[in-house]
């Protein structure tokens, strides 16, 4: 069973930074794809980013330009690194693995971002 925790979140101040991690017990190629999605209060859950096991991204319009998935050079970790931050960014962030045949949610992260 695919287990992934997920760290980094915090309070930063809008146009700070800050570096997501989610750990996976399994390599990242055992899997579809991870991603990276979060819910603001009420709001939907929204995809953020992902990334294939085969390196290929994908970004939220939103964040495009801003945000950077990546995967560790452990091949059990992805980052989300998150530039310039903005307040409407503030979310639960969660990290998710696509498997063959089941999908696996981490607890997820708090992500507050001050103006």
């Known amino acids: 069973q695919v287990q992934l925790v997920e760290s980094g979140g915090g309070l930063v101040q809008a146009g700070g930074s800050l570096r997501l991690s989610c750990a996976s017990s399994v390599s990242l190629f055992s899997v579809k794809s991870m991603g990276w999605y979060r819910q603001a209060p009420g709001k939907q859950r929204e995809l953020v980013a992902d990334?294939?096991?085969?390196?290929?991204?994908n970004y939220a319009d939103s964040v495009k330009g801003r945000i950077t998935i990546s995967r560790g050079n452990a091949k059990n970790t992805v980052y989300l690194e998150m530039l310039s931050l903005k307040p409407e960014d503030t979310a639960v962030y969660y990290c998710?693995?696509?498997?063959?045949?089941?999908?696996?949610w981490g607890q997820g992260t708090q992500v507050t971002v001050s103006s």
């Open positions: 998710n693995a696509k498997g063959l045949f089941r999908d696996t």
């Open positions: 990334i294939t096991s085969g390196g290929m991204t």
